[in-house]
């Protein structure tokens, strides 16, 4: 049976090169072979056929018997694709703290993001599941300025300002009467609570660098979300002069 080319290419995709793919194959079609034997059937130069079966045993495609020469056998290919896949993940995961450690912080720590992105958001999730990621991503402050039509949302992000970062310090103005807020004291992130009577929108805004706009009256009919440098500083100017002339409570 002929193997597609369609197949060598996913074969090379998870990262065996001609030589151990045609080895591969050849295990397939005649079982135990010498290294030898695989030389001639998979055309691989001798010289160079030790190589790559070491290679594939490391990548858990073939094994050995103990016998004297050795003989070698295809793993099955299913298992072979498992194996390769959680070898994959491990390496993704390795990517994923190297990237998160050293890369991350440098692009974070820039003054101007040269690309600055803006996504507008539909429905309560997608708006909740957007605001979770930008509080775990704070580390120095969150400003929430919460409209009445927002006292849902607020509400349900209770776990999220409770788990957030201990250096984080998170300022929350609502608007209207400051009863209908007093359940917001329980919530162990807040640090400053204040009211006042009225407010056209709101939105959280997280270290400066991030913001997340509610527009409308009666509903959050548009957020929108952005880390745009001069819309992000216009955003934290405004709720900085909203806080001042807000009431504790």
């Known amino acids: 049976m002929a193997v597609s080319e369609n197949t060598r290419e996913i074969l090379r995709e998870m990262g065996l090169n001609a030589y151990e793919t045609d080895t591969y194959i050849a295990l397939l079609e005649g079982g135990q072979m010498t290294a030898m034997e695989i030389s001639r ?18 990548k858990g495609w073939i094994k050995s018997s103990e016998s004297r020469p050795s003989k070698y056998y295809p793993v099955p290919p299913l298992e072979a694709v498992a194996s390769t896949r959680l070898r994959l993940e491990d390496k993704y995961q390795s990517w994923e703290k190297a990237v998160a450690e050293e890369l ?55 776990l999220m300002l409770t788990g957030l970062k201990k250096t984080v310090t998170v300022k929350l103005m609502a608007a209207g009467k400051p ?12 640090n400053e609570l204040r009211v006042r009577d009225h407010m056209f929108g709101g939105g959280i805004i997280a270290d400066g660098k991030e913001a997340m706009l509610f527009l409308g009256e009666d509903k959050p009919s548009l957020v929108i979300w952005s880390n745009h440098v001069g819309l992000v500083g216009f955003a934290r100017e405004y709720f900085q002069f909203l806080w001042d002339s807000s009431a504790p409570t």
């Open 179 to 190: 009863d209908d807020w007093l359940f917001l004291k329980k919530f162990a992130g807040i």
């Open 41 to 58: 059937e998979a055309h691989v130069p001798y010289s160079k056929v030790y190589e790559v079966l070491n290679s594939l045993k490391e």
């Open 104 to 158: 991350q912080p440098l692009y974070e720590g820039r003054e101007l993001v040269e690309r600055p992105d803006m996504l507008i958001l539909r429905g309560e999730q997608a708006v909740l599941t957007k605001l979770e990621e930008v509080l775990k991503k704070a580390t120095k402050e969150i400003m929430i300025a919460a409209p009445e039509f927002a006292r849902t949302i607020i509400a349900s992000a209770d």
